[in-house]
Nanobody
Framework: QVQLVESGGGLVQPGGSLRLSCAASGIIFSIYNMGWYRQAPGKQRELVAAITSGGSTNYADSVKGRFTISRDNTKNTVYLQMSSLKPGDTAVYYC?????????WGQGTQVTVSS
């Protein structure tokens, strides 16, 4: 049974930081490309950041220079370090694992940026 469990969301003031974690089980984590997506109310889900099995990363333009994605294959965990948070970053953040035709999603964690 595959599980992706996100944690680390919450309420933060503008300019603050949060680190999201996604712990995976039931998959060979090291071969999966991992990603963080987000969905704000009334909007489509969008890619925030991704990291390949080889460690290459890419980011949405809106978060470049503020967010950093990383992975620890020894812990089967992918992270999203978020800094200089803005109200526009408010959304439910989802973890994604993809390898060929196998795609899995976590349940999401809420991030709210507000004063």
């Amino acid at each position: 049974q595959v599980q992706l469990v996100e944690s680390g969301g919450g309420l933060v003031q503008p300019g603050g930081s949060l680190r999201l974690s996604c712990a995976a089980s039931g998959i060979i984590f090291s071969i999966y490309n991992m990603g963080w997506y987000r969905q704000a109310p009334g909007k489509q889900r969008e890619l925030v950041a991704a990291i390949t099995s080889g460690g290459s990363t890419n980011y949405a333009d809106s978060v470049k220079g503020r967010f950093t994605i990383s992975r620890d294959n020894t812990k089967n965990t992918v992270y999203l370090q978020m800094s200089s948070l803005k109200p526009g970053d408010t959304a439910v953040y989802y973890c994604n694992a993809a390898y060929r035709s196998s795609i899995y999603w976590g349940q999401g964690t809420q991030v709210t940026v507000s004063s």
